[in-house]
C-alpha cells in the first residue's frame, strides 16, 4: 500500500515504481500517470489498483525463467539452475563488503581516528587491536564481547570470526545489516552517509566476471536478446598471450586494477559531467574540460582493464599499453548519409618490446639442469665416491650467460618455474612455498630464505687475486703454507681449508687452480679490507646489476634495497651484496671469510657472470634484457670499474683455464673438450641459518672461448650439498653439448 512507501525519499520511490513498471509489464504513459498518482495519495494495495499487473508479474516471470534456462543451456552443463544461485551469491559478497567497510569507517568516526590506521590495527592480532576493541565497545556501549566486535569489523583466525564465517552468507549479511542499523539509530553522527559511501565504492564501475571465453552461440544469444537479460552484457576484454613459458618472472604477469587504480578514473568522470553541465564556460573551464575529456577517454584506467603487475609487464607498462582513441559523432546531424563527425582523437598502439632472452637456448638450459640433476647420483658413485648426499628432486638452480659483445642476456634460467595455468590455477600454493619457491628467480637472486643466502663461495677468490695483483704484481708469486687450518686469533675460531692435509707451499696460481682457502685467508689478511671493499664496490657487488627490471640511482653512494630500488625491485633485492667497510677492518674473521665468497659478500649468478666478462674484457657490462623497443638502446660501453691490467689479467686467465684442464684443477674431472677453453672457477658455499649448518650452494662461473671471449656465464646449484665440481660444471658442459649450445663455440 502507499503507506510502506513513506519511508522512502523521492529518488528511491521513483526508482521503485520505475521496476513495478517494469517488472508489472505496466510500460505505458497512462500506467507511469496513474503509479505515481496511486502512491501519492493512493489507499489500496498495488494488486487492488491495478489487477492486471499480478498476471502481468507472473507472465514477465515465466518469460524470464524461460530466457534463464535458455542461456543456462547454451553456458553448458556446470551452469543448469545456477545462473541466479550465482548472481546473488555474487550479491551477498558484494553487500557484505559494503556492510564490513561501512561498519570500519563507522569505527573510525567514533574513535577519531583514520579508516586506514583502524585497518592496519584491526589486521594484526595483539594488544594493540584489542585496546581498540574494548574502546569501541565503550564507546557505542555494545554488550557483546571485543572477540565478537572483531570479527564484525576485520575477522581474524579466531573462535568468534570463525562462527561468523561459518555462517551462511545470508545470515552473515543479516548480522552485519542489524548492527550497522543499530548504530545508524543509536550514533547516527559515527555513520552518516557511510552506508551510501560504501555503495557508491563498492559497486560503482565494478565489473563481475561470470563467464570469460564465450563461444559464438553464447555471445550471439546475448547480443541477439539483450534486453531479455538485464544487468547482463557482452564485454571485449583485451588478453595477453604467451605462445612460449620463457622466464615468466623476468616477462611479468598483469592484474586487473584495483579500486584505489580507478579513484582517478571515477574523479575524471565526476567532474567531466560537472564541466560538461555548464552551458558557458569560461575559457578556463573550457581548457579544462578538454583536458579531463581527453584523459577520461584516452589515458585513465577504466574498471574493466589490466595493468602490468612484474617483470617487463610492470616496468614498460606504458609502453606496451598504447592509448585509447574515441570518435565523437552528433546523433541526429547525418550529411549525406553519414554522421556529422564532431570529435575524433586517433589510438595509439602500444610499442612491442623484443627480449635478448632466446627461447631456445632457454630450453636447452633446462633440458641441461634436468639431465645432469638425473645422472648425478650414478655420476657420483663413479667419479665422486666420498660424496655427502644428493638430493636429485631439489633442483634449485640459476643460469644467467651475458654475450660480452653487446651486454644482451640470452639466458636468465631459473629453476623451478611455473606455466601461467600453474600460476592462474595455484597462486596460494606457490605463495606458501618458502625455500624452494617457484616465484623467485634464482639467475636474478632476489627473495631468498635463509638457506638460499647468496654467497659464491670461491668463485669471488679470482677478484681477492685481482686486488692484490692491482696493488702489487709480485703477489703473483707470493708463496703460503697451507696446513688445512688456520687460527687467525689465538684461541679463537679454526678456519679450514677444502683440503684437510693442506696444499703445503703454494703461489696464487696453484691456489685458483686448487681453489685454497688458506692462500686468500693469508692473501685477505695482507692486503687488508680496504683494498679488496675497493675492488668488488668498483664491480658493483654493493649494488643491483642494472638489468632494466630494477631500476636505482647508480651515481648513489649507498643503495637502501627497501627505498631506493623501483620497478621490480623484488627479482634482486638482496641479492648483491657487501660488508660495509668499517666491518671488515673491524672483524678479522669477517675479512678472511669475506675473501673466500662467505658471509661479507652474496652475488647472483647474473652479478657473477658481470664478474667474469669484467675479468675476460676489462668493461664492466650493464646487462640488458631488452633487445629493442621501450626504450631499449643499441649495446652499452663498459661502465667504470676497478683496472686490471693485461699482464695480470692473462695471468689469472692462465690459473682459471688450468681449473678445467689441468689435472688437480677443481674442474678437471668435468673433461671439458679442449677447443672449448672454458677459463673458469668453482664455488661451494656453506650456509648457516641459526647457527644450523644448511646444505652446501655449488657454484661455477666463467668465460668462453679464452682467446676470443665472448660469453659469460654463472650456474648456482643451491643448496646442492656438492662441490662445484661435482654438478655445476657439468651443467655447462650438458648445456654447449646440446645443438643451441654447439651456436655459441667457435
Not at 495 to 510: A, K, N, P, V
Amino acid at each position: 500500500i502507499p503507506q510502506d512507501l513513506a519511508a522512502l525519499n523521492l529518488r528511491q520511490r521513483n526508482d521503485f515504481l520505475f521496476y513495478v513498471r517494469r517488472a508489472c509489464q505496466l510500460g505505458t504513459s497512462t500506467y507511469a500517470k496513474d503509479l505515481q498518482q496511486w502512491a501519492e495519495d493512493g489507499t489500496s494495495p498495488l494488486g487492488q489498483r491495478f489487477p492486471q499487473a499480478r498476471a502481468g508479474l507472473h507472465s514477465a516471470l515465466e518469460a524470464a525463467r524461460r530466457e534463464i534456462l535458455l542461456l543456462e543451456e547454451r553456458l553448458g552443463p556446470g551452469w543448469k539452475g545456477q545462473l541466479l544461485s550465482r548472481l546473488e551469491a555474487r550479491r551477498q559478497v558484494l553487500e557484505r563488503m559494503v556492510l564490513r567497510r561501512a561498519l570500519q569507517d563507522a569505527a573510525a568516526n567514533a574513535l577519531d581516528i583514520s579508516p586506514f590506521r583502524l585497518r592496519n590495527r584491526l589486521a594484526e592480532p595483539g594488544p594493540k587491536r584489542q585496546e581498540l576493541l574494548v574502546s569501541l565497545r565503550q564507546a557505542w556501549e555494545w554488550e557483546a564481547s571485543p572477540e565478537a566486535i572483531g570479527a564484525l569489523l576485520y575477522p581474524l583466525q579466531d573462535s568468534a570470526s570463525k562462527k561468523l564465517e561459518e555462517m551462511e552468507m545470508a545470515k552473515q549479511t543479516e548480522v552485519l545489516d542489524g548492527y550497522l542499523r543499530r548504530i545508524e539509530q543509536d550514533f547516527s553522527e559515527d555513520v552518516a552517509g557511510i552506508r551510501r559511501k560504501q555503495t557508491i565504492h563498492v559497486h560503482r564501475d565494478r565489473v563481475i566476471a561470470l563467464q570469460r571465453d564465450l563461444n559464438f552461440s553464447q555471445v550471439d544469444l546475448l547480443a541477439q536478446q539483450a534486453d531479455d537479460y538485464p544487468g547482463l552484457y557482452l564485454q571485449e576484454v583485451a588478453r595477453r598471450i604467451y605462445p612460449l613459458e620463457v622466464a615468466p618472472l623476468l616477462v611479468g604477469t598483469t592484474r586487473h586494477v584495483d579500486r584505489r587504480e580507478t579513484e582517478n578514473y571515477a574523479v575524471l568522470q565526476d567532474r567531466f559531467q560537472e564541466l560538461r553541465r555548464i552551458f558557458h564556460r569560461t575559457p578556463a573551464e573550457e581548457a579544462e574540460f578538454r583536458q579531463v575529456r581527453d584523459q577520461l577517454w584516452s589515458e585513465s584506467l577504466q574498471p574493466d582493464e589490466t595493468l602490468g603487475a612484474s617483470g617487463v609487464e610492470l616496468v614498460y607498462e606504458e609502453q606496451l599499453r598504447g592509448r585509447r582513441g574515441y570518435l565523437q559523432v552528433l546523433e541526429g546531424g547525418e550529411k549525406d548519409g553519414r554522421p556529422l563527425e564532431l570529435l575524433f582523437s586517433p589510438p595509439r598502439n602500444g610499442s612491442d618490446i623484443v627480449l635478448s632472452l632466446d627461447a631456445e637456448l632457454q630450453l636447452a638450459a633446462m633440458h641441461a639442469v634436468e639431465k645432469v640433476y638425473r645422472q648425478t647420483p650414478q655420476r657420483l658413485e663413479e667419479l665422486f665416491p666420498d660424496a655427502p648426499p644428493f638430493d636429485a628432486e631439489l633442483m634449485k638452480v640459476g643460469f644467467a650467460l651475458l654475450d660480452l659483445e653487446t651486454g644482451e642476456t640470452p639466458v636468465l634460467f631459473s629453476s623451478p618455474s611455473f606455466t601461467r595455468e600453474e600460476y592462474r590455477r595455484d597462486f596460494n600454493r606457490l605463495m606458501q612455498v618458502r625455500e624452494g619457491s617457484a616465484l623467485r628467480n634464482r639467475a636474478l637472486g632476489g627473495g631468498y630464505y635463509g638457506a638460499e643466502t647468496p654467497y659464491p663461495g670461491s668463485t669471488f677468490k679470482p677478484l681477492v687475486a685481482a686486488a692484490a695483483l692491482h696493488l702489487d704484481p709480485n703477489y703473483w708469486d707470493q708463496a703460503f703454507d697451507c696446513e688445512g687450518m688456520i687460527t687467525p686469533v689465538p684461541g679463537g675460531q679454526t678456519l679450514r681449508c677444502d683440503s684437510r692435509l693442506g696444499h703445503q707451499t703454494i703461489t696464487m696460481r696453484d691456489a685458483l687452480k686448487k681453489s685454497c682457502n688458506v692462500y686468500f685467508y693469508l692473501l685477505a689478511q695482507k692486503i687488508g679490507a680496504k683494498a679488496i671493499y675497493d675492488y668488488a664496490r668498483g664491480l658493483g657487488f654493493d649494488r643491483p646489476t642494472g638489468l632494466e627490471l630494477v631500476q636505482f640511482d647508480p651515481s648513489a653512494e649507498t643503495i637502501h634495497p627497501f627505498q631506493d630500488l623501483r620497478g621490480d625491485a623484488r627479482l634482486e633485492r638482496n641479492a648483491n651484496y657487501l660488508s660495509p667497510l668499517e666491518d671488515l677492518q673491524r672483524d678479522t674473521l669477517r675479512l678472511m671469510r669475506t675473501a673466500i665468497g662467505q658471509v661479507g659478500v652474496q652475488a647472483s649468478p647474473l652479478q657473477m657472470a658481470r664478474f667474469y666478462g669484467w675479468l675476460a674484457t676489462g668493461e664492466l657490462l650493464q646487462p640488458r634484457l631488452v633487445h629493442a623497443g621501450g626504450g631499449g638502446s643499441p649495446a652499452q660501453g663498459g661502465l667504470p670499474s676497478s683496472s686490471l691490467s693485461a699482464t695480470n689479467r692473462a695471468r689469472i686467465r692462465s690459473a682459471l683455464l688450468a681449473v678445467s684442464y689441468e689435472n688437480g684443477g677443481t674442474s678437471y674431472r668435468t673433461d671439458f673438450p679442449s677447443e672449448w677453453k672454458i677459463v673458469a672457477k668453482t664455488g661451494t658455499s656453506q650456509i648457516s641459518v641459526r647457527k644450523k649448518r644448511q646444505k652446501t650452494h655449488a657454484w661455477f662461473a666463467g668465460y668462453f672461448p679464452a682467446d676470443h671471449p665472448r660469453y659469460a656465464f654463472a650456474i648456482l646449484c643451491e643448496n646442492a650439498n656438492l662441490h662445484g665440481g661435482q654438478i655445476a660444471s657439468f651443467v655447462l658442459k650438458e648445456f654447449l653439448l646440446s645443438e643451441e649450445g654447439q651456436k655459441l663455440l667457435p
